[in-house]
């Protein structure tokens, strides 16, 4: 009988740090049509960034939000909520070209390095100007090591970025009739 106590104990705090790691703030799940992606966020190194990428998806603006950019063997490009969303006032000539209203972030460089599976903001040619969109890294980038601002890691469902549609080669990546990220929460 103390058998089953232990093991019905056991099964109790496996239940419970299962839950607390569904509940994690820093973590972020976007649904594909291939499936979930869940990112680790890493508000340790981009603290500002983290906190907007939250904000947005806590919102909802992620929802629907198109891959605009895709390139094979480099990165898939997303989060223009200003003319990216799919559902509402989608521009796809514009895609790429704006951000939320919300202002732009100061660079907050780092030394974790681009690799296979890294999230990183998008910005112009001022290092101060990300905003809303960011990338997922299909291979390793290390010539954008402490150039762009580095704010999570995907630590599962990367299978499904890889099967994100992809973009023209001879047109920087741009996609047609791009994949979205259908749902982005925080803490799931």
């Given at each position: 009988m103390n058998i089953f106590k232990t093991l019905a104990a056991g099964?109790?705090?496996?239940?419970?740090?299962?839950?607390?790691?569904?509940?994690?703030p820093n973590t972020l799940t976007i649904l594909l049509k291939d499936g979930p992606v869940v990112v680790k966020l890493m508000p340790d190194v981009a603290p500002q960034h983290v906190a907007r990428i939250k904000e947005l998806a806590r919102k909802g603006a992620y929802d629907n939000v198109a891959f605009h950019r895709v390139i094979a063997g480099f990165m898939a490009q997303t989060g223009d909520v200003q003319y990216g969303n799919m559902s509402k006032n989608f521009q796809p000539d514009m895609a790429g070209m704006g951000g939320s209203e919300l202002p732009d972030l100061p660079a907050e460089f780092s030394n974790v390095p681009f690799e296979r599976g890294v999230i990183g903001m998008a910005r112009a040619q001022d290092p101060n100007s990300a905003n809303s969109q960011f990338f997922i890294m299909f291979a390793p980038g290390d010539f954008l090591n402490g150039q762009y601002t580095v704010v999570g890691k995907v630590v599962s469902g990367m299978e499904n970025v890889d099967k994100i549609k992809l973009g023209d080669q001879n047109d920087n990546g741009k996609v047609t009739d791009p994949d979205r990220m259908l749902k982005v929460t925080v803490g799931k």
């Open positions: 099964l109790l705090v496996v239940l419970g740090l299962a839950g607390q790691a569904a509940a994690d």
